[in-house]
Each structure stands twice: as structure tokens, then as C-alpha cells.
């Protein structure tokens, strides 16, 4: 069974702040449940630590550059190779290629993801089986998350991606329901009230456009009934 140390263990991997995990491991474990904010801090950095490790072993190591001196007649530093040209000679350099173009890619990356996703389509994950009931807020994120084939930190981030956006509609749509405040529902995802109404306000035209979504809210709306005490 977790523990209130060990979720927030798997929340430091992919939020960054200490305080939003501290409120997310009080909603789901209740208030004072939490680790304290200098533990929370410490998970985070021995993250930070391990991904510094990982991206260090993979770049390449730098290629030695031969040793330069000056050379006696004409004081132009030259390389210590066996073709070097004869002192007093002039060499031209070789021209540079210049690197290929990038290919333009109709595909978008946004920063802090990890993925990538294409703008103004919504692709659920059709494997993913949302569960029967939930017990908080972290277990509707990591449902509504699932649907969508991203990651709850994602959701709760502030990439502007089309994906990310219909799945915190939905999630907002799914807390209202059951009952929470606008207030309540904000403090669930890290959004001002207003935010959280105008997810509300903005969810007609959005379904128009974006019917996956729509789907999407389907399969998860038995979760907008609150199970039993």
C-alpha cells in the first residue's frame, strides 16, 4: 500500500515544485499527511542528481585537440601533424559544408512534455482501461490522463499543447460534476477559479471541434458519480 512518503517520491519525478506536491499528497492522504517541505525538496534534488548523471553518460566525449605552437619564422600557430605545409607557406582553408536544411515538421514540440504532439488534433489512448471508481483528485488526473495517453504532470503543467488543453477541460468537467466548487476544482489542477469557468463556458465550441474529446469525456463519465462512503 503507499504511503504518503512514497507518493510523493513518485510525484517529485515529474513536478518540479515541492509545495504543489505537498498540497497533491494532502488532498489524496488529507491534510498534515504530508512529508515535510525540506524532504519533498531533497526527493526533488536526488531527481535532478540522476537525471544530470543520465544526461552526462550519454554526450559523447570531446575530440583532443593536437597541441599548437608558434612556429619559429613567421610566429603562426601550427598543428603538430606530420603533412603540416612548410613554414613560410600559405595554406587555404577548406570551405565548409554547410548543414542541410531542417525539414519542416507539421508536428510541434512544447517544452517541459517529453512527447510530442501534433496541433489542433486530440489521439486518445485506446489501450487504456479507466478504473471503476476513485478515491481523490490524483487518482481522476492519473484516469484522465490515461484516456489521453499523457503523463499527470502534464496535465498539470502550462504547455499550451491541444492534447493537454481537452484533457484539463475534461478533468475540470468530471470535479464540477461531482460536486467541487470552482475553487476546489482549481486548487486540484494549480488553475485560478476563472480559469476552471471558463473550461466550463468554452466546452461547447470545444466539443464541436474536437469530437475525440467528447469520446473522451464518454468513457469517463461514470467517474462524475462520487463512490459510496
Not at 32 to 40: D, Q, S
Not at 88 to 101: C, F, L, N, S, Y
Not at 129 to 143: D, L
Not at 204 to 211: L, M, S, T, W
Request: glycine share 6%.
Amino acid at each position: 500500500m503507499e504511503t504518503p512518503t512514497t507518493y510523493a517520491a513518485r510525484l517529485s519525478r515529474y513536478i518540479p515544485s515541492p509545495t504543489k506536491i505537498e498540497r497533491l499528497v494532502e488532498v489524496e492522504f488529507g491534510a498534515g499527511r504530508a512529508p515535510a517541505l525540506h524532504e519533498i525538496a531533497e526527493m526533488r534534488y536526488r531527481v535532478e542528481q540522476e537525471a544530470k548523471k543520465l544526461k552526462n553518460a550519454s554526450v559523447p566525449k570531446p575530440v583532443e585537440i593536437p597541441h599548437l605552437h608558434l612556429d619559429a619564422l613567421d610566429f603562426r600557430p601550427r598543428a603538430l601533424v606530420k603533412d603540416a605545409a612548410p613554414a613560410g607557406t600559405i595554406q587555404a582553408k577548406p570551405i565548409a559544408t554547410p548543414p542541410p536544411p531542417r525539414p519542416i515538421v507539421e508536428e510541434r514540440s512544447y517544452a517541459g512534455c517529453g512527447k510530442r504532439y501534433r496541433p489542433s488534433t486530440v489521439e486518445l489512448n485506446e489501450d487504456y482501461t479507466p478504473p471503476e471508481r476513485v478515491w481523490g483528485a490524483s487518482s481522476i488526473i492519473a484516469a484522465v490522463s490515461g484516456v489521453f495517453g499523457i503523463l499527470p504532470g502534464e496535465l498539470l503543467g502550462r504547455a499550451r499543447a491541444t492534447q493537454l488543453v481537452c484533457a484539463r477541460n475534461v478533468a475540470a468537467r468530471i470535479f464540477i460534476e461531482r460536486g467541487n466548487s470552482f475553487a476546489q476544482t482549481g486548487r486540484f489542477l494549480d488553475r485560478d477559479h476563472t480559469t476552471i469557468m471558463h473550461h466550463i463556458q468554452t466546452w461547447e465550441p470545444r466539443a464541436k471541434r474536437f469530437p475525440d474529446m467528447v469520446r473522451a469525456y464518454d468513457r469517463l463519465a461514470h467517474l462524475t458519480r462520487k463512490a459510496p462512503a
